[in-house]
C-alpha cells in the first residue's frame, strides 16, 4: 500500500500538468458517462421486506398492487359546509382529472360526516414510487379548479404530491447545507492551514471528489439501485472525508519541508510525505470503504444505497489524494521556490520554516493525564464514554412515514387537513390471499368473515374493499384505520388481523396463503427487519475493523483494542443520539419535532460510518506512533512522539469534518438531522476522547504488547536504526 502510494506521488510529483490535467478529465468523464446511463432508481419491489414484503409481492402477481392516489379536497375557508358550490367544483376535478392520460380512475365525490368538506380520490397509472414525476398535470388541474373558485379551498394531497414535496424539501435542505459548510469550512480551513491557496487546496479536492462519485454513483444504480438517499451521502461524506484526506497529506508534506528548513525539493517533499501519510490515507480510506460495504450486508435498497455511495466518494477521495493533490502540492512548491529565489536575490536571504514548534498550552493540558497517569485516563475515558452509551438500552426505533414529514411541505398541511376530515382515511391494511382458482369462492367467504370481525372492533372503521385477481388465484381487501400508523390502537388492529381473524378464517383453506401489508405493516416490520439484521451487520463491521487493522498494522493487539475503543466511542454517539433524539428537551434547541424514537435506518447507518471514521484516525494517529517505534525509539517515546506529531492535525481534521456536518443539523428531514448532529458528536468524542486520552493511555500501558506478534517494531524500538536520531525534545512536538 505504502509502495502504491509513493509510486502515484512519485509520477504525479514528476508530470504534475499530466495528473492535474488528467484528474479534471476523470471527473468530467465520470459526470458525462453517469448522464448518459442515467440514475436507475429503486421500485416498489426494492423495498419490500418481512411480511409485508410477501403480501406486496403476492399482490403485485395478481395485479392488485397498490396504485399512487391523489385526493383532492375541497372546503370552505371560514369552516361553514361545502354546499353546492363545493359540489360544483368537486364534478370539475373529477371532469378535470378523467380526461388526463395518467390518471386510470377518478371516484366518485364523498362528503365528510359534518358536511364541511368534499373529497374525490384520483387513481393514477403506472407504479407507486414513479407517480411523483408524473403529477404535476393532476396539481395544475387543482390549481385551475381553485382559481375558478375563490371562495373555496381547493386543494391535493397525496403519497405522489408529498413525496414530490419532500425531494423539494431535501433539495433545499441540501443547498441550505452546502451554503453553511461550504465557506465555513474554508474559515476553518484558513485557520488550520494559514493561507489562502493552502485552505483552498483540500477544499477544491474534496468537491471534485464529490463530482466524480456523483457521476460513478449513477453508473453503480444499475447495480445497486439507487434509492433518493445516494445525494446526500456523497456530500455528506464526501466534504468530510475529502478535506481530511487532503489535510493530511498536506499537513505531513509541510511538516517535511519544514524539517528540512528548505533544502529539499518539492518533489522530495511530495514522495516523503506519500511514504508516511499517503499510506495513512490509503490504509485508513480502505477500511472505510470496508466498513460501508458491510452495509451490503443489511438486504435493504437504502442500505445498499448507502453503502454504494459511501464506498464510492470515499475511494474517490483517497484516489484524489494519492494522484492530483501531490501535483497541486509540487505546483504549489515550484511556485514559492521562484518567490523565494526573487526575494533571496532583493534581501540577500530567505526565511526558514522553523522544523518544529512546542505544542500549546491547550495541548499539553489534554495530553499531561495519558502521559501522568495513563491508567486513571484511561478508566475515566471509558467509564465516560460508557455514561453517555448507556441511553442506548433504551433505543426505541420506528419507521420514518407520512406522520412523521415536516408539516412546512403543504402537501402534509393538506393531509392533515383530509384525515381530519376523514378520520377513516388516515391509514389502511392490505390483506392479501392466494390460493388455487378453485378456492375463490372460499376466500370470497373467508374474506367475509374477516371483514365481520373488523366491524365489531373499533380499531377499524370505513368499508372495506375487495378486489380478485383475473385469474381469481389472489385477492384483496383493503380495511381503513383511523388512527396514526404508529399509535397503539393502529398496531393493535394489525396484531388482531395477523394473529387472530386471519388465521380464524384463512386457515382452513387447503394450500392458501395470507399477508398483510399497508401502512401500519410497513411501519412495523421495516424496524424489526433492521433490527434483525443489526446483530450481522455490526459482527462484520466488528470484523472487519479488526482484520483491517492486523493487516495495516500487523498487530492483534492493536487490532483488538481498535475493535474496542471504535465500539466504545460508536456507542457513545448513538447514546447522544437517544438522548437528544427520543426525548423533547432539545425540540427548541435543534428545531424538531421529537416522535419518542429514532428512524430505523439511521442507527445502523451512523454505527457503520463512525467506525469507518474512527478508523481514519486510529489508522493516521497509530501510524505515527509506529513510523516512530520503526525509526528505533523506545514504544513509550514513540507513543509520545506520535500522538504528539499526529495530535494536531488529527484534531484539526476533526473541527473540518464536525463543520460540515453540523451543517446538516439546520435541514428540515429529521432524519438528515439526526445524522449530522450524531456525526458531529461522534467525530468529537473520538478526536478528544479517545484518540488523545484513551489510545495513548492505553498504548503506554501495554507499551511493547502493542505490537505483538510484529517483532521487528519491539526489536527496533530497543536497538535503535533508521530515522531514530529523534531528541527528546520532539515528544512534545505538534507536527
Sequence with gaps: MSELAVRAARWSARHPWRAFVSWLGFVVLCLIIGMAVGTNSATTKDYRVGEAGRAEAMAAEGGLQRKP???????RRNGDPAGSAGQAAADEIKARMERLPG???????????????????????????????????????????????????????????????????????????????????????LLVCGSVVAAAIPLLLALSSIAAAMGLAMVASHVFPDAGVGTNVIILIGMAVGVDYSLFYLKREREERARSEGRVGPEALVELAAATSGRAVAGSGLAVAVCGATLYLASDVIFSSLATATIVVTLVAVASSLTVLPAVLVLVGRRRERRGARRTGRAGGGRLVRAGREPGRVWQALMRPAVRHPAITLAASVLALLALAAPVTGLKLTEISLETYSRQIPAMQ??????????????????????????????????????????????????????????????????????RNDSPQALASLAHLRNDYLPAAVGGIPGAEWAVSGDVARFTDYPAHQQDRIPLVLGALLLATFVMTVLIFRSVVLGLLGVVLNLLSTASAVGVLVLVFQGSWAEGLLGFTSTGSIGSRVPLFLIVILFGLAMDYQVFVVSRVREAAMSGLPTR????DGVAASASVVTSAAVVMVTVFVSFIFVDLIELKQMGFVLAAGVLLDAFVVRVLALPSALLLLGRLSWWPSRGVARDGRTGGGRGDVPESRAAEVG
Excluded: C, W
Design 103 to 189: 390518471v386510470e380512475s377518478v371516484a366518485a365525490p364523498v362528503r365528510s360526516a359534518d358536511g364541511r368538506a368534499i373529497v374525490v380520490r384520483v387513481t393514477m397509472r403506472g407504479p407507486e414510487l414513479g407517480a411523483q414525476k408524473l403529477v404535476d398535470p393532476l396539481i395544475a388541474q387543482t390549481a385551475a379548479v381553485q382559481a375558478r373558485h375563490p371562495d373555496l379551498r381547493v386543494e391535493e394531497t397525496g403519497a405522489p404530491s408529498i413525496s414530490k414535496g419532500v425531494n423539494a424539501q431535501r433539495g433545499a435542505d441540501l443547498a441550505r447545507s452546502e451554503a453553511i459548510a461550504l465557506p465555513v469550512t474554508l474559515v476553518v480551513l
Design 414 to 483: 393538506v393531509r392533515d387537513r383530509l384525515v381530519a376530515a376523514f378520520p377513516e382515511m388516515r391509514v389502511t391494511h392490505q390483506v392479501v390471499v392466494r390460493a388455487e382458482a378453485a378456492r375463490a369462492g372460499q376466500v370470497r367467504r373467508a374474506l367475509a368473515e374477516v371483514i365481520r370481525r373488523t366491524r365489531a372492533d373499533v380499531s377499524f372503521a370505513g368499508t372495506p374493499h375487495v378486489r380478485t385477481s383475473a385469474d381469481a388465484r389472489v385477492s384483496s381487501l383493503a380495511l381503513s384505520v383511523p388512527y
Design 69 to 75: 392516489e391523489e385526493q383532492v379536497l375541497i372546503s
Design 637 to 640: 517515546r514513540a507513543v509520545l
